[in-house]
């Protein structure tokens, strides 16, 4: 199960910490991470965290400015952190907590998908 917290009003220039808590015996050992659609837009990486690895997407609107964590739980429950600074208009999305046995699959095809969680960056 995963179940992300977070989104909300912000003013471009703000930041904005979505959580995700994920819970289940095979989650501990999956990577998790994060996928954003915007209006009218197809869903895109944003970041994701396996094995002490973190990625974030190596686009320009994003790399720099989003960082990925992850606090891997004793109770089979994990919670992924993604912290956006300097936050944008085009950022405005729904963002999507996923799930996958691995990072390259989760970049790709993540396996879950978490309800989304709305962002809105006013200008």
């Known amino acids: 199960q995963l179940q992300a917290s977070g989104g909300g009003l912000v003013q471009e220039g703000g930041s904005l910490t979505l959580s995700c808590a994920a819970s289940?015996?095979?989650?501990?050992?999956?990577?998790l991470g994060w996928f954003r659609q915007a209006p009218g837009m197809s869903r895109e990486f944003v970041g994701g965290?396996?094995?002490?690895?973190?990625?974030?997407?190596?686009?320009d609107s994003v790399k720099d400015r989003f960082t990925i964590s992850r606090d891997n739980a004793q109770n089979a429950q994990n919670t992924v952190t993604l912290r956006m600074n300097s936050l944008k208009p085009e950022d405005t999305a729904v963002y999507y907590c996923v799930a996958a046995p691995d990072i390259l699959t989760l970049q790709r095809t993540p396996r879950y998908w978490g309800p989304g969680t709305q962002v809105t960056v006013s200008s």
């Open positions: 289940g015996r095979a989650i501990v050992s999956y990577a």
């Open positions: 965290v396996w094995r002490g690895t973190s990625r974030i997407s190596s686009k």
